[in-house]
T-cell receptor, first 117, second 112 residues
Framework: EAGVAQSPRYKIIEKRQSVAFWCNPI?????LYWYQQILGQGPKLLIQ????????DSQLPKDRFSAERLKGVDSTLKIQPAKLEDSAVYLC???????????????FGPGTRLTVT | DAKTTQPNSMESNEEEPVHLPCNHS???????IHWYRQLPSQGPEYVIH???SNVNNRMASLAIAEDRKSSTLILHRATLRDAAVYYC?????????????FGTGTRLTIIP
């Protein structure tokens, strides 16, 4: 079974530039997540999609971050304009959760390491 | 989500058992206990989860205290590939949006 794919793996940009990350979840997984992981910290959820609808984006800085999941499969996360504090690893995950049972797992991609200079 | 407390770091010798503790004194009756680990330069991976009873799988065992205020992840025979950050996470089965709230975890170092 193919895992969660992400690209690019690394990206270096200057502050105020824009950047986009792409994620392809495991086939058939309805739920997709984007996390931000700052060095030395655990991942923090930015946005969660169920199919192509947003379930939770409470921690997404909406003035500069946007995400979409067209057709309920692939997803892109965009930052425009980037700030120095956006330097982090951006992780995509997917799951085929059974709501209300707690018996599910999230599968994570390798992440995209973003450096903003 | 209820909070968990884990030691920042632990060391263990290769081929010996490892017991990783997690305190969750404010756990509610509908919270599942999940463990994930993150190997260097990789995304987190699921290890195990449980509700009340002890659980075993091919990767590890999960021992849950009778009052559910603490749990222990047990790696029966640590290898160098088990060196990772281990996260203990509580998830409310009734919460609805299935998100995981990660803390800073325990960094496990395996000594050859």
């Amino acid at each position: 079974e193919a895992g969660v794919a992400q690209s690019p793996r690394y990206k270096i940009i200057e502050k105020r530039q824009s950047v986009a990350f792409w994620c392809n979840p495991i086939s058939g997984h309805a739920t997709l997540y984007w996390y931000q992981q700052i060095l030395g910290q655990g991942p923090k959820l930015l946005i969660q999609f169920q199919n192509n609808g947003v379930v939770d984006d409470s921690q997404l800085p909406k003035d500069r971050f946007s995400a979409e999941r067209l057709k309920g499969v692939d997803s892109t996360l965009k930052i425009q304009p980037a700030k120095l504090e956006d330097s982090a690893v951006y992780l995509c995950a997917s799951s085929s959760n059974v709501p209300g049972t707690g018996t599910y797992e999230q599968y994570f991609g390798p992440g995209t390491r973003l450096t903003v200079t | 989500d209820a909070k968990t407390t884990q030691p920042n770091s632990m060391e263990s010798n290769e081929e010996e058992p490892v017991h990783l503790p997690c305190n969750h004194s404010t756990i509610s009756g509908t919270d599942y206990i999940h463990w994930y680990r993150q190997l260097p330069s990789q995304g987190p991976e699921y290890v195990i989860h449980g509700l009340t009873s002890n659980v075993n799988n091919r990767m590890a065992s999960l021992a849950i205290a009778e009052d559910r205020k603490s749990s222990t992840l047990i790696l029966h025979r640590a290898t160098l590939r088990d060196a990772a950050v281990y996260y203990c996470i509580l998830r409310d089965v009734n919460f609805g949006n299935e998100k995981l709230t990660f803390g800073t975890g325990t960094r496990l170092t395996i000594i050859p």
